[in-house]
């Protein structure tokens, strides 16, 4: 709310700003692992957290909504390469005695800051004179002191069993089909179902979907092979994640404004 306060934009505006990141976070997760499987992890890593904090500060910045929805999307794709060379990184650089407790110590701390994060962003919001362009903004010395550590302490690894060149069209098409499919249901409540962005988005995101497991399938180094769905724990895990982040992402975002917007809370308040 404090955003929509100061930029406008309406609840369309507020859930882009959202979604923008998520978006292009989720369309391009799994080719930024597979680019720094090929080129380096430590390389992807520095590069999308780079990335991700030049969009911070773009996103502290913005004089208006459509500036701040575009960076949004820019700090997704930072964090698309930097997420996935993170946990890689650990799996290529513990013994694998020590690497269960370095995976536990990763999740457990994203938890952690997960659980402080509306806290905390609340605080900044309510106390700061900058009010909530500091949620953005804290991110740059915290960033800045992590990519020196990692290019002092952190070794280069990559995946060196992997043949040919990235997947573009893998990519590509996993992209069109979310951003396709999200924008329907995002603009069809304002603008109609019916109306011919919102068709013509639905259309190209749905046959961008149907074509994403063909492209995968004929391409011999695929950024997702489809033959580990034959895993029962690993379909099931992503069925049980999908469920869950369905959950708490619409929660979570409705929520938020539920209780600043009717309850009157805090910013503060609501984060706690």
């Given at each position: 709310p404090a955003i929509g306060r100061d930029l406008g934009g309406g609840l369309v505006g507020l859930q882009w700003t959202v979604d923008a990141y998520l978006l292009t976070l989720g369309s391009l997760i799994v080719f930024g692992g597979s680019l720094g499987d090929m080129y380096g992890r430590r390389k992807m890593f520095v590069l999308g957290l780079a990335g991700f904090t030049?969009?911070?500060v773009l996103c502290g910045l913005a004089p208006n909504i459509p500036a701040l929805i575009a960076a949004r999307a820019v700090q997704g794709v930072g964090g698309a390469l930097l997420v996935p060379a993170s946990l890689s990184i650990i799996s290529a650089s513990f013994h694998p005695d020590d690497r269960g407790q370095a995976i536990g110590?990763?999740?457990?701390?994203s938890g952690v800051s997960t659980a402080l994060g509306p806290f905390l962003g609340g605080y900044l919001v309510d106390s700061a004179s900058w009010g909530w362009r500091l949620v953005f903004l804290i991110n740059l010395p915290i960033a800045l002191v992590t990519i020196v550590l990692t290019l002092k302490h952190m070794p280069e690894t990559r995946d060196t069993s992997v043949r040919g060149g990235p997947d573009i069209a893998g990519a590509l098409t996993a992209a069109l089909a979310l951003g396709g499919i999200?924008?329907?249901?995002?603009?069809?409540?304002?603008?109609g179902f019916?109306?011919?962005?919102?068709?013509?988005a639905a259309v190209i995101g749905i046959a961008a979907l149907i074509a994403f497991p063909v492209i995968e399938v004929r391409r011999q180094e695929p950024m997702l092979p489809l033959d580990i769905f034959r895993s029962m724990q690993f379909s099931g895990a992503n069925a049980a994640t999908f469920a869950v982040y369905a959950a708490l992402?619409?929660?979570?975002?409705?929520?938020?404004?539920?209780l600043q917007v009717a309850f009157g809370y805090s910013a503060l308040e609501a984060g706690a």
């Open positions: 030049g969009a911070s110590a990763w999740s457990g701390l999200v924008f329907a249901l995002i603009e069809g409540p304002v603008d019916t109306s011919p962005s919102v068709v013509v992402g619409g929660a979570m975002f409705l929520l938020v404004i539920e």
